[in-house]
Structure formats: structure tokens, C-alpha cells
Nanobody, 127 residues
Framework: QVQPVESGGGSAEAGGSLTLSCVFS????????MGWFRQAPGREREGVAS???????SYEEFVKGRFTISRGNAEDTMYLKMDNLKPEDTAMYYC?????????????????????WGRGTQVTVSG
């Protein structure tokens, strides 16, 4: 059983940076699609970025040019580097992984491919 665990959330001022980390206990061995999602109070969960088993990335328009998703050297880690943060980036951020379509993320930001979800880490941007 794969269990993602997020860390790195916190508070930042507008224009600042934060880096989120996700460790997948149970092992993914780089065979899954991995992604970051977020949910703000009163809003539905939305996709942020994904990375497939080949390292190809995709970003939702509202974070393009500001956020960077990557896999760590350790095969079961993933990061989300967030630069030029905006107050509207305030949300609970979740990492997820799934292998319904092999390692492909072609269905992102749809969530049907993601079987394993973390509990989230809060990001709050002021200013």
C-alpha cells in the first residue's frame, strides 16, 4: 500500500516562495503518475501539477511559470517548488499517486487515476 505524506507547508508573504515535499511510503518505484492538488475553503479540489513516470510535467494555467514539480533523487519523493506566491494560492495542498493508466498522467487534472492520497499540508499566503 502506497501512503503519501506531505510536508513543507507554512506561511509566506505574497511574492515569496515555499517548497512542498511528498514521500511515498510503500514505494512507487517511479512507475506511477504523481500529482499535486489543492483545495481552498469553500472550493472544490483542483489539480496543480503532475509528473509522469517518464518525467514529463504538466501545469494548470494559474501556476504556470511560478510552480515547478519534480521527482527527487530518491525514487519515492516528489517536490513542488512554489515561487511568486499569491494570496489566492492559499489552500490545503495534497500529493497523490496512481497507476491506472500505467505511469501516464494524460487524464490530469481528473482525479480518477489517483488512488493514493496524502492528508495535506496547509499553505497560507498573506499580503
Amino acid at each position: 500500500q502506497v501512503q503519501p505524506v506531505e510536508s513543507g507547508g507554512g506561511s509566506a508573504e505574497a511574492g515569496g516562495s515555499l517548497t512542498l515535499s511528498c514521500v511515498f511510503s510503500g514505494g512507487t518505484k517511479n512507475k506511477y503518475c504523481m500529482g499535486w492538488f489543492r483545495q481552498a475553503p469553500g472550493r472544490e479540489r483542483e489539480g496543480v501539477a503532475s509528473i509522469d513516470s517518464e518525467g514529463r510535467t504538466s501545469y494548470e494555467e494559474f501556476v504556470k511559470g511560478r510552480f515547478t514539480i519534480s521527482r527527487g533523487n530518491a525514487e519515492d519523493t516528489m517536490y513542488l517548488k512554489m515561487d511568486n506566491l499569491k494570496p489566492e494560492d492559499t489552500a490545503m495542498y495534497y500529493c497523490a499517486a496512481g497507476g491506472h493508466y500505467g505511469g501516464s498522467c494524460f487524464r490530469f487534472p481528473a482525479t480518477d487515476n489517483f488512488s493514493f492520497w496524502g492528508r495535506g499540508t496547509q499553505v497560507t499566503v498573506s499580503g
